[in-house]
């Protein structure tokens, strides 16, 4: 069992910045994939960013390509998302995910969620 709690979410003008962390607990983290995810109201939850366990391999959405960087320090079993001049369709609830391995389209752990909200 993977615990995840993300943090680091709010408010904040578009063309801003923020950051959101993720930590795990249980597993052990370093073999995990782990991703970002989020679901704007109305809409259904879609893939922002994973990372491989080892972080060599990173994919992206192409709506945040060049603008969001995903992140992991095994050591912290932590796992960020630095996300750069924000729009207002960023806007939305933001999850982290693990899966043993890589990420796939239904990851079996969940976080919380953290809203993000861009004002225009």
């Known amino acids: 069992q993977v615990q995840l709690v993300e943090s680091g979410g709010g408010l904040v003008q578009a063309g801003g910045s923020l950051r959101l962390s993720c930590a795990a607990s249980?597993?052990?983290?370093?073999?995990?994939?782990m991703g970002w995810f989020r679901q704007a109201p109305g809409k259904e939850r879609e893939f922002v960013a994973a990372i491989s366990w080892s972080g060599r391999n990173i994919n992206y959405a192409d709506s945040v390509k060049g603008r969001f960087t995903i992140s992991r320090d095994n050591a912290k079993n932590t796992v960020y998302l630095q996300m750069n001049s924000l729009k207002s369709e960023d806007t939305a609830v933001y999850y982290c995910a693990a899966e043993y391995g890589l990420i796939g389209s239904k990851p079996p752990y969940w976080g919380q969620g953290t809203w993000v909200t861009v004002s225009s």
């Open positions: 249980g597993r052990t983290f370093s073999s995990y994939g």
